[in-house]
């Protein structure tokens, strides 16, 4: 179901949650078997209770073993054996939940530079804490004052170059102060954009890169023909769909780049990796057939493209105003 790969579950739509489901219930019992009754999951992430640190050694194995019967493992990166009492919540993002700010000119100047600071440097005492991310959402809450979008706006592009997991959040506030008639540095911007694409790209970040040429699109920043190389070289669908759609909207420059997407426009590329970039492309015209067109005369295929059906919307283009109540915020933090 997912292109030959077998460490992990399908990650995406609803149905990824009942697989994951009806894996990790049989992966509960296996746990319950072995004595591991102190013990909650919610969804994929597990959290066990054991007297002492051997008994908690012991289930951690156990628990790679059963995982390893559906050919899952453990994430390394998020697993580990902690003594109580520990905090029941992340300190540094209580610290920035905490922050008030004021409503004059003047007071709401001081709050920013404040919070901005500390939130720079928590995020370098804990990186893996997607510090900023949090920074933005709970900044997201305020009604920043025009006097004061430049300071603000200066924090998101430092968000975005520092942390690229933090660009939707960029993008929402970047959209709700344009619809309010503040202007925007289109300049800061559009470096930040190209940078994260030709940092990211050689690494395969296909979420940064995607999101990047997104912000590019919604607001016009033009990018770089060095971007739009790096991007296409990714192969991955979603990056090269939302590169031709900048290209489309006359954002990037010539179509160099498009000799490193040609190669899958063919019909065998319909049942591969790339498929959706093939189907998309082709309904679109946004890349030509390399000879007859494959997806016209598939037998499949051609009845979604006769039913004018597609995936990637390129009309849903337009900033938006996605306040948040900082209840909600919070409430949203609690899960995450």
């Not at 072995?34 to 007297?51: K, L, N, Q, S, V």
């Not at 902690?82 to 008030?100: G, N």
């Not at 370098?124 to 300071?151: C, F, M």
């Not at 954009?193 to 395969?204: D, E, F, S, T």
Request: aromatic share 12%; net charge negative.
């Amino acid at each position: 179901m997912q292109d030959g790969q077998t460490l992990g579950v399908p990650i995406g739509p609803d149905t990824s949650f009942l697989i994951a489901e009806l894996i990790l219930a049989k992966v509960d019992e296996i746990m319950v078997g072995r004595g591991a009754t102190h013990a909650f999951r919610y969804i994929d992430d597990y959290e066990f209770a054991f007297p002492d640190r051997a008994s908690a050694e012991r289930a951690l194995a156990d628990l790679q073993e059963a995982l390893n019967q559906y050919e899952l493992a453990l994430n390394p990166s998020k697993t580990s054996i902690t003594k109580l009492p520990c905090p029941a919540d992340s300190l540094v993002i209580s610290e920035l939940r905490s922050y008030q700010f004021r409503h004059s000119i003047r007071g709401q100047q001081w709050d920013l530079v404040r919070f901005i600071d500390r939130a720079f440097h928590l995020a370098g005492q804990a990186p893996d804490e997607a510090v900023l991310t949090y920074a933005i959402r709970k900044s997201g809450g305020e009604n920043i004052l025009q006097a004061n979008w430049p300071l603000y706006q200066d924090f998101l592009i430092h968000c975005a170059i520092n942390e690229p997991g933090s660009l939707e959040r960029v993008i929402d506030q970047v959209g709700k102060y344009f619809l309010r008639g503040f202007q925007i540095a289109t300049h800061g911007f559009t470096e930040s954009v190209n940078l994260i694409i030709q940092r990211h790209a050689p690494l395969g970040h296909g979420s940064e890169v995607a999101w990047a040429i997104w912000a590019a699109i919604v607001f016009g920043w033009p990018l770089e023909g060095a971007s739009a190389m790096a991007a296409a070289s990714m192969a991955d669908s979603v990056v090269a769909l939302v590169l031709l759609d900048a290209h489309a909207k006359g954002l990037v420059p010539g179509f160099q780049f498009g000799a490193q997407l040609m190669p899958f426009m063919t019909s065998q590329d319909l049942r591969r990796e790339m498929w959706l970039l093939a189907y998309e492309a082709n309904v679109k015209n946004w890349l030509p057939s390399r000879g007859p067109d494959f997806v016209a005369n598939d037998r499949y295929f051609s009845e979604l493209k006769n039913a004018n059906v597609f995936f990637y919307d390129e009309n849903v283009t337009k900033p938006t105003d996605k306040s948040e109540p900082e209840e909600e915020i919070e409430l949203v933090d609690e899960y995450f």
